[in-house]
């Protein structure tokens, strides 16, 4: 059973590393995907698996994730040098893309891509591996998931919170007039 942050972290490396690295890691909001995503490319520079010339991309759902949460991410991880080297792009871009070659594709949030549109990424371009990285995964996408990326581990935020790694959800509920007029619902 998994008691800290740090043990999750190894655990889903480990994991990806030993697989056939086309595979995703089902990890809850807070339990640290950008962090284990980050462990695993230092692991795969390390090995030489990848190297400074390797091609590496991104994807993200949003500009601010492409252009600022996760830069921040490698800043706070030690691993700004790797993430010169990444090209970071959102499925809205790439899903139009024929024939491009990559080492890795690190797939963030990859349940948005799991859809007839943003899918034909992986289908029309070659990736040697792929990190699928989300937090949740609806039961409706969870076949295209399994031809994309399977799922090889999920730890929930309530596994977190279950196990102390996480802080307990507490769900506030605050009255705020969305109209001026009281006979608005």
Not at 16 to 37: M, Y
Not at 82 to 90: D, G, K
Request: charged share 25%.
């Amino acid at each position: 059973m998994v008691t800290t942050r740090e043990e999750l972290h190894k655990l889903g490396k480990e994991l990806w590393l030993e697989s056939d690295r086309k595979n995703s890691l089902i990890l809850g909001t807070g339990t640290g995907k950008s962090k284990v995503a980050i462990d695993i490319l230092k692991q795969l520079f390390l090995d030489e698996t990848l190297c400074y010339s390797s091609r590496i991309l991104l994807l993200t759902n949003s500009t601010d994730l492409r252009d600022n949460n996760w830069k921040a991410e490698f800043v706070k991880w030690d691993a700004l040098d790797i993430w010169e080297v990444i090209t970071s792009e959102c499925y809205q871009t790439v899903y139009k893309w024929n024939n491009t070659q990559w080492d890795l594709v690190i797939s963030d949030e990859i349940d948005f891509a799991l859809t007839e549109v943003y899918g034909t990424f992986f289908q029309n371009n070659d990736c040697a591996m792929i990190l699928g990285l989300t937090g949740f995964v609806d039961e409706s996408k969870q076949e295209l998931l399994a031809q994309v990326a399977p799922i090889l581990m999920e730890y929930s935020t309530q596994d977190a919170q279950d196990a102390g790694i996480l802080n307990s959800t507490q769900v506030v509920f605050v009255r705020y007039n969305l109209s001026r007029n009281p006979k608005d619902i």
